[in-house]
């Protein structure tokens, strides 16, 4: 198994520009979670989905995020118009119980 | 609502001796408990969980952790700390009453040292 797979790696961006971050969870997990991390205010969770449906979302920021999940094998988190204070970690976890997670590589985010 | 407290930034610990990272919890109910461990521009590895059953729970790399109700606690341990266990250590904590999001305390560094 691969695990749980992010991408970009890496994304370096300018404030006001469109940014999507995507998460392949593991196959068979039904729930996934997005996180950010930041220096300042650790590792927070900004959304998660249980059976390709949202649950709890208070934890994204403000309305320029938003995340997807069409299916089971894929998400979306994006930022629409991106500012430098969005600069962070953004991981991705998944889970078959709700008792494992296991969590992506993670995109490390630049706005500049 | 559920929290986690670390309330150690760093842990400076010599090669050889034991090391202990705490951690503190707040749930409502009954807590499922999981410490992580992140090296730098790495994701997060699972190391121990605590569900039910013993309160000591063993886990990866030797470490292991005690489930305290009394003191809402679960502190991550190891007998003998090696240079390589120096990284980013994360409790977290879900509240089995609700849905099943995890929260993470603010972590701790752990510094071994030869």
């Known amino acids: 198994d691969a695990g749980v797979i992010q991408s970009p790696r890496h994304e370096v961006t300018e404030m006001g520009q469109e940014v999507t971050l995507r998460c392949k969870p593991i196959?068979?997990?039904?729930?996934l979670f997005w996180y950010r991390q930041t220096m300042m205010r650790g590792l927070e969770l900004l959304i998660y989905?249980?059976?390709?449906?949202?649950?709890?979302d208070s934890g994204m920021p403000e309305d320029r995020f938003s995340a997807k999940m069409p299916n089971a094998s894929f998400s979306t988190l994006k930022i629409q118009p991106s500012e430098p204070r969005d600069s962070a970690v953004y991981f991705c976890?998944?889970?078959?119980?709700?008792?494992?997670?296991?969590f992506g590589s993670g995109t490390r985010l630049t706005v500049v | 609502a559920q929290s986690v407290a670390q309330p150690e930034d760093q842990v400076n610990v010599a090669e050889g001796n034991p090391l202990t990272v705490k951690c503190t919890y707040s749930?409502?109910?009954?807590?499922?408990l999981f410490w992580y461990v992140q090296y730098p521009n790495r994701g997060l590895q699972f190391l121990l969980k605590y569900i039910t059953g013993d309160n000591l729970v063993k886990g990866s790399y030797g470490f292991e952790a005690e489930f305290n109700k009394s003191q809402t606690s679960f502190h991550l341990k190891k007998p003998s700390a090696l240079v390589s266990d120096s990284a980013l250590y994360f409790c977290?904590?879900?509240?089995?009453?609700?849905?099943?999001?995890?929260?993470f305390g603010t972590g701790t560094r752990l510094q071994v040292t030869l």
């Open positions: 977290a904590v879900r509240d089995t009453g609700t849905a099943s999001k995890l929260t």
């Open positions: 196959s068979g997990h039904n729930s």
């Open positions: 976890a998944s889970s078959f119980t709700e008792t494992f997670y296991t």
């Open positions: 749930v409502s109910g009954n807590p499922y």
């Open positions: 989905f249980n059976n390709n449906v949202p649950i709890d």
